[in-house]
């Protein structure tokens, strides 16, 4: 599944401010999404959740302190060998065509399919012109291997089973075929990092690699800056947060519970699976951890509206380009259109209070691991000591 300028899962923080930040992705690529990343989406929704002004009584927040945070994250720079993975993760992306053998596993094979149970097509059964990377078992058990040796040109009726565990009820354990026609084999072996890929990748006839060179660098670079901006803003939150004693309104988190249940059972739907399985797959957590993030993120967004109010912040256009950038749109007049005026500039008002928590921070150094361990042991060996033992 893909679609362009999904919002990446990032910030842990207010509904409002997940839509402002991208999460830690080592690809610059803007049009891949995988389906963590995709059930973010509905997010941007949720940032229409109650604002400060419109909770009820049993509601309330007395903000502690969020100056002079310590800081541990750190903006990382872009090394030679991300430079390097990244035009090889292009070259990957952009085979080349080649003719004169069969197909093998790896290469990517273009195919027109249709299958049919009994006679007749079932509903998803059917495709033109799709790009399918032999030996990656996106299809069914037999299909990728039924295509391999075939050569460009070729037709070929494949007999195979669904698995008995299959998504679709209809389909599950039951036997099918499926005509396959091969268009023609692309291979990334063939294809070399040097002016030819740049032109492909840029869309430019006269771009050079020095060009996509270029290119690469400043995607790893915002991306670095998004990756910082998204560590820092939430470990100086958490603690702003911690500083603060916080009670949510009760209808805020079921509504924020609801809208995020919403999106994931949507997102599930699409991939054919149950609720419950997507959250244990892609996001690692179950009912009960959902609604324990709903509370959390309503309580990071009413700290961080207490915040913008205390400190009266508003967001530069600086600032507002950048956080649109770090969510793939090109400037913020297209994230705004994308949102509606009122939520976008409710998202960049979270952003601007990132910026001011880490514009306020302090930065010092993260434990080492014997210091954890060190910790952690001290902490537990002075909660087994009772309190009127103490001194």
């Known amino acids: ?15 409002a401010a997940m839509v402002v930040t991208g999460c830690k992705k080592g690809s610059t690529d803007q049009e891949t999404t995988t389906a963590a990343e995709a059930a973010a989406d509905g997010t941007a929704a949720a940032a229409e959740t109650k604002s400060q002004e419109e909770l009820t009584d049993e509601a309330s927040i007395q903000i502690g302190n969020y100056k002079g945070l310590e800081l541990t994250a750190r903006k990382e720079d872009v090394t030679d060998a991300q430079m390097e993975e990244e035009l090889k993760r292009l070259q990957a992306q952009y085979p080349v065509e080649i003719t004169g053998r069969p197909a093998k596993e790896g290469d990517v094979a273009n195919i027109d399919y249709v299958g049919t149970k009994d006679g007749e097509a079932f509903l998803g059964g059917t495709g033109e012109g799709y790009d399918l990377t032999l030996g990656s078992g996106t299809f069914i058990a037999g299909f990728e291997d ?13 007999n195979l ?32 990092i040097d002016d030819e890929l740049a032109k492909r990748v840029i869309g430019d006839d006269s771009a050079t690699l020095e060009d996509l060179r270029a290119q690469v660098y400043e995607g790893l670079v915002n991306q670095a800056e998004s990756n910082f901006f998204n560590e820092a803003g939430s470990e100086l939150l958490r603690q702003a947060i911690e500083n603060s004693q916080v009670e949510c309104d009760p209808d805020a988190v079921e509504e924020m519970y609801n809208q995020l249940q919403s999106t994931y059972t949507s997102y599930a739907g699409q991939y054919g699976m149950e609720l419950a399985d997507f959250l244990s797959l892609f996001l690692g957590t179950d009912l009960d951890g959902l609604k324990e993030s709903a509370e959390n993120l309503v309580k990071q967004e009413m700290t961080l509206d207490e915040i913008i109010k205390a400190e009266n912040i508003v967001p530069t256009e600086e600032q507002k380009n950048k956080l649109a950038q770090m969510n793939y749109f090109a400037d913020a007049a297209e994230m705004i259109s994308a949102y509606g005026e009122e939520s976008a500039n409710r998202l960049f008002n979270m952003g601007a209070a990132y910026y001011y928590l880490i514009d306020n921070a302090v930065e010092v150094e993260p434990e080492t691991e014997a210091e954890a361990e060190t910790t952690e042991t001290e902490t537990a060996a002075e909660a087994a000591v009772p309190a009127a033992a103490a001194p």
Do not use: C, R
């Open 1 to 15: 599944m893909t679609k362009k300028n999904l919002i990446k899962a990032g910030l842990a923080v207010a509904a």
């Open 146 to 158: 039924g295509v391999i040796g075939m050569n460009t040109g070729d037709e070929k009726d494949l």
């Open 161 to 192: 089973t669904f698995p008995e565990n299959y998504g679709n009820a209809d389909l599950a354990g039951q036997d099918v075929v499926f005509h396959v026609t091969l268009n023609a084999i692309k291979s990334a072996e063939e294809t070399q």
